[in-house]
């Protein structure tokens, strides 16, 4: 993989290796393509090159959580999460829930390459209306529910919305596995997340200047909870800020939180890659090389 098929694209260029391979816990390959045009067979041969060797690809809507599957079947670097976002689901009628619903309990029991529910759970930032917000609630406790049947890891988004968050999880139950997605949280509610087992993962925004509740919540979080995430097209890790994200990028925020916490940067990768093994119920693997799909 070389710059030039990245720069074609207006993308940041590729950055420095990492040390030893690690895995992107959250990204979304197929809107990535959609805002920069970079397909994504180049886009996970782009992040093979840099040493992010596995990605879980999130689905949050029916088509793309459908596409999800699709690629996760295809392509041993790939595990898939579907869902419908909170906010799709504040702005769906009865009758599309249900009928969404249907879809996206199937394929979170569909096979053994779709390992999450979410991303899920409440975002008020965009939803602000009491309807609205009442119905992520009821669709934030379907996918708990459906994670919790189908022994799939739940992967949160949340918005704006800790305490609420954490008030439906304690009501109906924490699943064994609980994915904080691109944490928002301070180092209280890390902590509060951490005594039921969650993961805290954090995205390209830890990097962030004005983010220092962040990084105070990144000292409290033991690195064997810790995961990395590009959240990709969003959110770009300094010194890209304001540019389209991908996978390949995910080296900067590593590098970053290792810094942070003073750990060798090899070692902190791996313990990376053992996280998401283990967050995301159990080890997914790479057999063709560069990041080639199949067909």
């Not at 397909?39 to 840099?50: H, L, T």
């Not at 992010?52 to 793309?64: E, M, P, T, Y």
């Not at 209280?188 to 220092?212: M, P």
């Not at 990028?249 to 902190?268: C, M, S, W, Y």
Request: proline share 6%.
């Amino acid at each position: 993989m070389s710059d030039s098929v990245i720069e074609r694209h207006g993308l940041p260029p590729l950055p420095p290796a990492l040390p030893r391979p690690t895995t992107d816990a959250h990204t979304h390959l197929d809107s990535t393509q959609e805002y920069s045009g970079l397909r994504v067979a180049d886009n996970i041969a782009a992040a093979a090159a840099v040493g992010v060797r596995r990605i879980v690809q999130i689905g949050c809507d029916l088509a793309s959580a459908q596409w999800s599957v699709q690629l996760a079947s295809n392509c041993p670097q790939v595990v898939a999460s579907v869902a419908i976002h909170p906010n799709d689901s504040a702005r769906m009628t009865d009758r599309q829930a249900e009928q969404a619903w249907r879809v996206i309990d199937s394929l979170a029991a569909s096979g053994p390459h779709v390992r999450g529910v979410g991303e899920t759970g409440l975002d008020y930032y965009r939803t602000r209306d009491d309807d609205g917000i009442a119905r992520q609630k009821v669709t934030f406790a379907r996918h708990i529910a459906t994670a919790k049947s189908y022994n799939r890891t739940l992967v949160i988004h949340d918005r704006d919305a800790h305490d609420d968050i954490a008030q439906i999880l304690d009501s109906e139950g924490w699943p064994e596995r609980v994915v904080m997605h691109c944490f928002s949280g301070d180092a209280e509610f890390a902590r509060r997340c951490l005594d039921h087992g969650a993961w805290i993962s954090f995205a390209g925004n830890v990097t962030y200047k004005a983010n220092q509740s962040l990084r105070d919540a990144l000292a409290v979080v033991p690195h064997d909870r810790i995961l990395a995430e590009t959240d990709a097209p969003y959110l770009t890790a300094v010194p890209h800020r304001g540019k389209a994200n991908a996978p390949y990028l995910l080296p900067h925020t590593v590098r970053f939180i290792a810094e942070q916490l003073g750990a060798d940067l090899g070692e902190f990768c791996t313990q990376l890659d053992s996280n998401a093994t283990e967050a995301f119920g159990g080890p997914w693997g790479v057999s063709r090389p560069e990041g080639e799909p199949r067909g």
